[in-house]
């Protein structure tokens, strides 16, 4: 029951934060920028300036699907930032582009958090296996209460741990977009706010999962563990 609490009151936490985000994109799209700039322009430009040659600036379809891929280096921006030329595309292309500083100056958190992928993805299949072996018949693996609460709580701590790591990333890749984009005076001073405010709903919706990860983990571990004498 409490854990269907946890996932109920972050999933209504999260579909919040998402609804402010896409409103604030859509509003700050409709400012076109003064510097009459396309996202996919700034972000080659962001680059040029950060001495990044080998990065391509891809179009990729979808909504929000902006990312920065390190494996074969390239900033994919979605139609509506790659052509955009507003705050909201400015703010997302150079965040991106901030991502792909970060990996050419080897920042720590960002080389923490690749390291992290492979792991992660082995904890959540380890985890989905043993949660979905319990509900048939019980412990249906044949292990010990004990062995079962270590192999979830270990599993869903590294999931906890990527959350929390992906935090300083992204924050970190938006403020070193927001002080580029400020210094290479490519927005107004209502351009930058409207920026940086999208940047920060964006930021938030990493918060939230992160949050609702701690919380989970908490749930686990007092299942698992909160009851010994």
Same mark, same amino acid.
């Given at each position: 029951?409490?854990?269907?609490?946890?996932?109920?009151?972050?999933?209504?936490?999260?579909?919040?934060?998402?609804?402010?985000?896409?409103?604030?994109?859509?509003?700050?799209?409709?400012?076109?920028?003064?510097?009459?700039?396309?996202?996919?322009?700034?972000?080659?430009?962001?680059?040029?300036?950060?001495?990044?040659?080998?990065?391509?600036?891809?179009?990729?379809?979808?909504?929000?699907?902006?990312?920065?891929?390190?494996?074969?280096?390239?900033?994919? #921006?979605?139609?509506?930032?790659?052509?955009?030329?507003?705050?909201?595309?400015?703010?997302?292309?150079?965040?991106?582009?901030?991502?792909?500083?970060?990996?050419?100056?080897?920042?720590?958190?960002?080389?923490?958090?690749?390291?992290?992928?492979?792991?992660?993805?082995?904890?959540?299949?380890?985890?989905?296996?043993?949660?979905?072996?319990?509900?048939?018949?019980?412990?249906?693996?044949?292990?010990?209460?004990?062995?079962?609460?270590?192999?979830?709580?270990?599993?869903?701590?590294?999931?906890? #741990?990527?959350?929390?790591?992906?935090?300083?990333?992204?924050?970190?890749?938006?403020?070193?977009? #927001?002080?580029?984009?400020?210094?290479?005076?490519?927005?107004?001073?209502?351009?930058?706010?409207?920026?940086?405010?999208?940047?920060?709903?964006?930021?938030?919706?990493?918060?939230?999962?992160?949050?609702?990860?701690?919380?989970? #983990?908490?749930?686990?571990?007092?299942?698992?563990?909160?009851?010994?004498?």
């Amino acid at each position: 029951m409490i854990l269907i609490l946890i996932v109920v009151v972050f999933a209504i936490a999260g579909f919040v934060v998402s609804r402010k985000l896409k409103s604030k994109f859509k509003k700050y799209a409709l400012t076109p920028l003064q510097a009459n700039l396309s996202g996919a322009e700034i972000a080659k430009l962001m680059l040029a300036d950060n001495n990044i040659h080998d990065v391509q600036v891809i179009c990729v379809e979808g909504q929000l699907t902006d990312h920065y891929n390190p494996l074969n280096k390239t900033v994919n #921006l979605s139609p509506d930032v790659y052509y955009g030329r507003n705050a909201a595309a400015t703010a997302v292309s150079a965040h991106e582009c901030g991502h792909a500083v970060q990996h050419a100056t080897a920042y720590t958190w960002l080389n923490l958090r690749s390291t992290l992928v492979p792991v992660q993805n082995v904890s959540s299949k380890i985890l989905n296996f043993v949660l979905l072996a319990s509900l048939f018949g019980g412990f249906a693996l044949g292990l010990p209460y004990e062995i079962v609460g270590f192999i979830v709580v270990g599993a869903y701590s590294v999931m906890t #741990l990527f959350t929390l790591v992906t935090l300083p990333v992204e924050f970190d890749a938006s403020n070193r977009a #927001l002080a580029w984009v400020k210094t290479r005076n490519i927005v107004t001073g209502p351009e930058y706010a409207m920026s940086k405010d999208a940047l920060t709903w964006a930021a938030m919706t990493y918060v939230v999962a992160a949050l609702a990860s701690l919380a989970t #983990l908490a749930y686990y571990i007092f299942v698992f563990f909160g009851n010994r004498d």
